[in-house]
């Protein structure tokens, strides 16, 4: 077994539902240390939801040598119905060159292949001339407000420089490498609330029925065009997710409606615009509406440059794959990585079982995104050597 594997499955083992780390990071950091890697633990949030934080940075050769950093998340989501997993979640079980448990794709493949390279590449250039930092967090798969996020506010306050971060999050289709991520849509959430008039629906005229009243906005807003995308990213999305009216009796015309809506918005948009937009409709139909939003996090995009030619390098150089740059999918912590650091990627083993009961890596994909990370290492050392 190679060491890559070993450690995903000692990490497997622990059963690290968000917000509770269950000794990933302590597990990571005892690798780390003896690598001189200097390991701060970082807990916060409420007494009844803390979460484990790990940054540990490794200097480079110069004071001000790049800083790469590897980023991710120890946490996991819940099994559901146990007896519908074919071998217990938390137990590493190997079937058809499959290995199952939770995570094991999304993403506690990711992060020991993260530690692996690096010892590796550390073993045969013990004196680099980059930077190597982990940024790990136990809040992902949860509400996100005390796991990456408060890291990236502690290194902007302390002045801390950040050049490149991969995020080990599971990008890839068919073969680990055939995709990155670049970057991520927006995330802009709305809760919609118009007010009409309760009353007898055999009587419609003593009545306004804020259903019918929204309607024709409705219409409307569903069929704007709120970009067309560019180069990188789709044109914005603006779907419902959930409408809320009625009392349950059948006879009664409701007094007020709620709406639930999401923007997945491009770096062609911002929030106030699409905000004063949809504004705009809502009061030219005469609606009497409040609003309330909830901003998840701004799009962000890293484009073809350092960090993109190392990873599409050293993915072609493993596997003789040419990469697919994407910026589909939902949100990540790529989002506050990148309000400190420039250069932003995601690359992890294929997606197809994330989330999902019976989750699974390939055995056979491992080890090539432990040489793909290892690669990355090598090839920013180099461009770093060859600077003026």
């Known amino acids: 077994m190679s060491q890559t594997l070993i450690l995903t499955e000692q990490l497997l083992s622990l059963p690290s539902l968000t917000p509770s780390d269950q000794g990933c990071q302590d597990l990571i950091a005892s690798r780390l240390t003896p690598l001189g890697f200097t390991c701060e633990t970082i807990v916060s ?4 939801f803390r979460v484990t934080n790990l940054w540990a940075k490794r200097q480079g050769a110069t004071a001000d040598a790049k800083t790469l950093v590897f980023a991710g998340h120890t946490d996991v989501v819940p099994t559901g119905p146990l007896n519908e997993w074919l071998s217990p979640p938390f137990v590493p079980t190997h079937r058809d060159g ?17 530690v692996v390279a690096t010892e590796e590449f550390l073993a045969a250039t013990p004196d680099p001339q980059i930077a190597i930092a982990f940024l790990l ?10 796991g990456t996020v408060v890291v990236c506010e502690q290194l902007m306050a302390r002045g801390e420089t950040l050049d490149y971060c991969i995020v080990g999050e599971p990008t890839s289709v068919e073969r ?8 991520r849509r927006g995330s802009l959430t709305g809760k919609l609330t118009i007010k009409g008039l309760q009353g007898h629906i055999a009587y419609p005229h003593l009545a306004k029925n804020p259903l019918h009243l929204l309607a024709p906005a409705l219409a409307e807003l569903v069929a704007i065009e709120w970009d067309r995308g560019n180069a990188f990213f789709p044109p914005t999305s603006w779907q419902v997710s959930n409408i809320h009216s009625g009392t349950g009796a059948g006879n009664v015309i409701p007094g007020s409606l709620v709406l639930d809506f999401n923007f997945r918005f491009c770096t062609e948009s911002s929030p106030e615009s699409l905000q004063q937009r949809l504004r705009a409709v ?15 996090g701004l799009p962000f995009l890293t484009t073809p440059g350092t960090l993109v030619d ?7 150089s493993e596997t003789g794959i040419t990469t697919q740059l994407s910026t589909t999918g939902g949100t ?5 990585i990148a309000k400190v650091c420039p250069q932003v990627i995601e690359l992890g083993p294929p997606n197809a079982t994330i989330h999902q009961i019976n989750e699974y890596v390939h055995v056979s994909d491992i080890e090539p995104l432990k040489n793909i990370y290892k ?14």
């Open 45 to 48: 949030g409420p007494q009844d």
């Open 98 to 114: 499959r290995l199952y448990g939770r995570g094991a794709s999304d993403m506690k493949a990711s992060l020991a292949a993260f």
């Open 137 to 146: 967090t136990s809040d992902e798969e949860g509400p996100a407000n005390d």
């Open 176 to 183: 680990t490498g055939d995709m990155i991520k670049n970057g």
């Open 282 to 296: 809502l009061t030219a139909h005469g609606l009497d509406y409040t609003l309330a939003w909830t901003l998840g």
């Open 310 to 316: 190392a990873v599409c390098a050293a993915i072609h």
């Open 332 to 336: 990540s912590d790529g989002r506050f």
């Open 375 to 388: 690669r990355v290492l090598e090839n920013l050392n180099q461009m770093a050597k060859a600077a003026p």
